[in-house]
């Protein structure tokens, strides 16, 4: 059974940083590519960061210079840092795997997902 289990969120005031986590299993998780999405209240969901098996990674660019994602394939768990933080990154945040390789530009792409995790950013 494949589990992701997201932690990390929380409330944090502008300019502040969070480090979210997701815990992988009941899957050979290196051989997997990783995202995280998110989604605010009455917006479409919308791919963060992405990172392939072999580290490379992909940002979108309202994230670039501002959030890093890293995966550790010892520990099964996928990163996010997220520094200098803004009200419009308040949203739901989830990630999602499948087996590599896959089609970031699309949720549709990934056929497992966490529960999410809140981040709240306040000005």
């Known amino acids: 059974q494949v589990q992701l289990v997201e932690s990390g969120g929380g409330s944090v005031q502008a300019g502040g940083s969070l480090r979210l986590s997701c815990s992988v299993s009941?899957?050979?998780?290196?051989?997997?590519?990783m995202s995280w999405f998110r989604q605010a209240p009455g917006k479409e969901r919308e791919g963060v960061a992405h990172?392939?098996?072999?580290?490379?990674?992909n940002y979108a660019d309202s994230v670039k210079g501002r959030f890093t994602i890293s995966r550790d394939n010892t520990k099964n768990t996928l990163y996010l840092q997220m520094n200098n933080l803004k009200p419009e990154d308040t949203a739901m945040y989830y990630c999602?795997?499948?087996?590599?390789?896959?089609?970031?530009?699309?949720?549709?792409?990934?056929?497992?997902w966490g529960q999410g995790t809140q981040v709240t950013v306040s000005s």
């Open positions: 999602a795997a499948d087996i590599c390789p896959v089609d970031i530009a699309t949720s549709a792409s990934f056929g497992y």
């Open positions: 990172i392939d098996s072999d580290g490379s990674t």
């Open positions: 009941g899957v050979t998780y290196s051989m997997y590519c």
